[in-house]
């Protein structure tokens, strides 16, 4: 009898170690949703909530306060010009943009190259450029309240989420 009694306890044991994982697991969290433009070679995570517009030149995501938005925009590549580098695009970005403080530049490949930056008006902004040979992302992250905010954080993720396709 005494190998069913412990047969039994640890049948019992590992019983509530499962419902106790099984609690977690189901937690409700809503996913994101991914978009892809219609010729295929853009997508990017939608969260629950937010606002996505897509207008000829460019993608718009808007959190619900609207205290972080997302804008992806798309140019065509010239083939004069030679092959394109992310990182002079983010150069000559970061040249022109108001910027207040010091900036931080991610070390960057001839396909992607992001920095970061605060405006004079106290927005935080995430700038990234993506580059196949043939098309040019340039994606911005703007938020207007605290960086450590639930919108600011889903911001940010928003914009690590886009792809885009290798040359075809």
Known sequence: MAPVRKFRKTLAKSSTQISSQKRRSTRKRSKPGVYTVPRGHVSIAVPPFWTLRQT??????EAPSKAASVIVTAFKHD?????PD???FLASFLETAPRNGRTRVAKGTRQKATASYRDPDGDSWQV???NNGKTLLMATCNITGQLTGREAR????????????ARE
């Open 56 to 61: 000829n030149d460019d993608l718009e995501l």
């Open 79 to 83: 083939r004069a010009a030679g092959p």
């Open 86 to 88: 992310a990182r002079d």
């Open 128 to 130: 990234m450029f993506l």
């Open 154 to 165: 889903t911001g940010v993720e928003v914009l690590e989420s886009l792809k885009l396709k």
